[in-house]
Structures are given as structure tokens and as C-alpha cells.
């Protein structure tokens, strides 16, 4: 259990620290795909650790880790359609002038975040990379 606890703690700091980061955000609608993100990232990276071994393989830190980044994931359309933008944002204009290309890209992340297995380590590691393939995807893509 103190694993469990380590794990969501670091994960708390980390979006907290992602949070500070981004004061300098003033629009609503960027400010919350942004946070959108961080969960993603925070998440991916409990995954990450467990799957690289630098944190002890726990099914049920990774079991919410997953759960969280589904759910962030089905989330992404909704956060990006407004076409806002920001200077803190690091989301390019290609988003929107190629908007069907974005999602599909996002539904990627989605199916591979909901088809990870985290019933053991060798899962875990089977498939992190899909999901790291899905991000380093639309990243290459749509973000400066």
C-alpha cells in the first residue's frame, strides 16, 4: 500500500508543479487542455516508471493510472475543439486545419490506453509502447 500511496503522491506533485508552470495561460479553454495533458503525462509516466523499472510493478497504481489516462484520452476532442489559442501554448494551428487527422490520432491514444493489460509487469511493458508510439504521433505533428 505505501507504494500505491508514493505513486499518487508523486503524481499529485507532478500535476501541481504543471499547474505553476502554466500561471501565464490566460485563456479558460487552452488552460484546460493543458491540464488535460498534464494528467496524460502524469499518468503515462506512473506506467512509464513500472514498465522501465525505476518504480515496483504494482497492479493497482497501474490499473488507476490506465482508468486515468483512458479517461483523459476520450477527453481530448471535447479540450481541443475550441480552436483558442495562447501564447504559452505549444499547440500549432495544424489542429484545426487538420482536425479529422487529430482526432484519429487521438483515438489511437485512447484504444491503446484501453487496451493495456496491467495485470503484470511484462504487460505493462508489452505495452507502453503503443501508447508512447500514440503520443510521440500527434506530438510530432500538432505540437511546437
Known amino acids: 500500500?505505501?507504494?500505491?500511496?508514493?505513486?499518487?503522491?508523486?503524481?499529485t506533485l507532478i500535476l501541481?508543479?504543471?499547474?505553476?508552470?502554466?500561471?501565464?495561460?490566460?485563456?479558460?479553454?487552452v488552460k484546460a487542455r493543458m491540464d488535460l495533458m498534464g494528467v496524460i503525462a502524469a499518468n503515462t509516466k506512473v506506467l512509464g516508471e513500472m514498465a522501465g523499472g525505476k518504480v515496483a510493478f504494482n497492479a493497482q497504481a497501474a490499473a488507476t493510472a490506465r482508468a486515468n489516462l483512458a479517461a483523459a484520452a476520450a477527453g481530448i476532442p471535447a479540450k481541443f475543439e475550441p480552436q483558442a489559442t495562447d501564447p504559452v501554448s505549444d499547440a500549432k494551428?495544424?489542429?484545426?486545419?487538420?482536425w479529422d487527422d487529430f482526432l484519429t490520432k487521438s483515438e489511437t491514444l485512447l484504444v491503446q490506453a484501453e487496451a493495456l493489460d496491467t495485470t503484470s509487469l511484462e504487460s505493462i511493458q508489452a505495452?507502453?509502447?503503443?501508447?508512447?508510439?500514440s503520443c510521440k504521433a500527434c506530438h510530432s505533428a500538432y505540437k511546437n
Open 127 to 133: 505495452g507502453m509502447g503503443g501508447i508512447g508510439g
Open 16 to 29: 501541481a508543479g504543471a499547474a505553476f508552470a502554466k500561471e501565464g495561460v490566460q485563456d479558460p479553454a
Open 1 to 11: 500500500m505505501k507504494q500505491v500511496t508514493r505513486t499518487i503522491l508523486a503524481g
Open 93 to 98: 494551428p495544424d489542429i484545426w486545419t487538420n
